[in-house]
Structure formats: structure tokens, C-alpha cells
């Protein structure tokens, strides 16, 4: 069984900066497509962005490109999300997510497997 769990969420001040983390248990790390997905109040869960296995692609909301990075560390099971130039629409429960099926980095959360508990991020205007 795989285990997911998220730290470094808190609150902010509309553009600073956040960094987010994922911890990943019980399998081999590097056999999983990583993502990243909120929930606002109220709304939907929506895609933030992706990363590969290996580390050498990612994929992007178009909401955060530009803003947000995603990297791993395959050698700490970690994966992080950096946020900058935080806005308060990005206030939401922030998830990561593990697939180990294919390449493609999946947009649609119901292709994941594998989901943290969340940490919350709150961006004060």
C-alpha cells in the first residue's frame, strides 16, 4: 500500500511564497506519475500540475503556470510543490497524488491510485 502525506501548508499574504511537500511510503518511488490537486470551498477539485517519473517532465494548470514548480527527489520519496507570487484564488486544500499505470501525465484525478490527506494553503489578499 502506498501512503501519501503533505506538509508546508499555511497562511500567506498574497505574493509570497509557499513550498509544499509529499511524502511517499511503501513502494518504489520512482515507478509513480506524481500530482498535484485543490479544492477550493465550494468548488471542484482541479488539477495544479504534474510530474514524471523520472523528473524530466512536468505539466501545468494553466492557472499556475509560470507561478507553480513540481520536482521530485526520487532519493527522499519526496515530492515538492513550489508556489510563488501566491494570489488569493489559489486559497484550497492542496493533494498529491501517485499513479504508477503508463506515462502520460494525467490531468483527471480519477486516473490516481494513491491520495494525501491534504494540507491547507490560505493567501490573504
Known amino acids: 500500500q502506498v501512503q501519501l502525506v503533505e506538509s508546508g501548508g499555511g497562511l500567506v499574504q498574497a505574493g509570497g511564497s509557499l513550498r509544499l511537500s509529499c511524502a511517499v511510503s511503501g513502494r518504489t518511488f520512482s515507478l509513480y506519475i506524481l500530482g498535484w490537486f485543490r479544492q477550493a470551498p465550494g468548488k471542484e477539485r482541479e488539477f495544479v500540475g504534474a510530474?514524471?517519473?523520472?523528473?524530466?517532465?512536468?505539466d501545468y494548470a494553466d492557472s499556475v503556470k509560470g507561478r507553480f514548480t513540481i520536482a521530485r527527489d526520487n532519493a527522499k520519496n519526496t515530492v515538492y510543490l513550489q508556489m510563488n507570487s501566491l494570489k488569493p484564488e489559489d486559497t484550497a486544500v492542496y493533494y498529491c497524488a501517485a499513479v504508477a499505470r503508463g506515462q502520460q501525465l494525467w490531468r483527471n484525478g480519477g486516473n490516481y491510485d494513491y491520495w494525501g490527506q491534504g494540507t491547507q494553503v490560505t493567501v490573504s489578499a
Open positions: 510530474i514524471s517519473k523520472s523528473g524530466s517532465g512536468a
